[in-house]
Nanobody, 122 residues
Framework: QVQLVESGGGLVQAGGSLRLSCANS??????MGWFRRPPGKEREFVAA????????YYADSVKGRCTVSRDNANNTVYLQIDSLKPEDTAIYYC?????????????????WGQGTQVTVSA
């Protein structure tokens, strides 16, 4: 049984930082991703990391401010976001992918966490 559990969200002032964690209690996956759903908007890709060589991918909106990493030994994925902006406010979801398909689209992912709220105040 795969279970992804996110943590680390909260309320932070603009310019601050957050580190989100995603603990995977099940099997390991080739690709772990982070998505977010801003208020009133569709779910969007944030970042992803592969397990083999640890390749990372970022949305343009967070590139340079965001670092995704994984601890394979502990089956945990992290998302560090710096220089937070009010437009980063969203529910952040961790996702796991083992099938083919682009890493940038949410429908390529097979398992999802319940989400963690990130709110950035101006």
């Amino acid at each position: 049984q795969v279970q992804l559990v996110e943590s680390g969200g909260g309320l932070v002032q603009a310019g601050g930082s957050l580190r989100l964690s995603c603990a995977n209690s099940g099997r390991a996956f080739s690709t772990m991703g982070w998505f977010r759903r801003p208020p009133g908007k569709e779910r969007e890709f944030v970042a992803a990391v592969t397990s083999t060589i640890g390749s990372t991918y970022y949305a343009d909106s967070v590139k340079g401010r965001c670092t995704v990493s994984r601890d394979n030994a502990n089956n945990t994925v992290y998302l560090q976001i710096d220089s937070l902006k009010p437009e980063d406010t969203a529910i952040y979801y961790c996702a796991a992918k083992y099938t083919s398909g682009t890493i940038f689209n949410w429908y390529s992912y097979n398992y999802w966490g319940q989400g963690t709220q990130v709110t950035v105040s101006a």
